[in-house]
């Protein structure tokens, strides 16, 4: 049987099943959904889907229904790609990520 708890914080949900953690929100139409184990446990996770979900706000200007996700889906995915590197954390500072992301050519966009 497998046991799941769930924990509500101000972020968005936490889900606890064996030694995976798995935090989760909803961003306008938006699900994001963050699973870690190991060294990303659930405060790391919270950390890590309170960047994700500024910087998706960042970049649409305001929380994102499907068509603005989807009209700024490239940009989204370079912010992304600017957060988590490989599956780790890589930068968590607002103006850093908009900094590099500024620095790929126009022609990634």
Do not use: H
Not at 5 to 33: K, P
Not at 38 to 45: I, R
Not at 47 to 58: G, L, M, N, P, R
Not at 78 to 96: A, F, H, P, S, V
Request: charged share 30%.
């Amino acid at each position: 049987m497998i046991l799941a708890v769930l924990f509500a914080n101000s972020e968005g949900n936490i889900l606890v099943e064996q030694s995976v953690y798995i935090v989760y929100t909803v961003l306008g139409d938006v699900n994001v959904y963050v699973v870690g184990k190991d060294g990303y446990d659930e405060l790391a996770l919270a950390e890590v889907i309170f960047v994700i979900t500024s910087a998706v706000k960042d970049v649409c200007g305001k929380l994102p229904t499907e068509r603005l996700f989807l009209d700024k889906y490239r940009r989204i995915c370079l912010t992304l790609d600017e957060i988590i590197w490989k599956g780790y954390l890589e930068n968590t500072d607002k103006d850093r990520i908009r900094r590099l992301v500024r620095l790929k050519l126009p022609t990634e966009f």
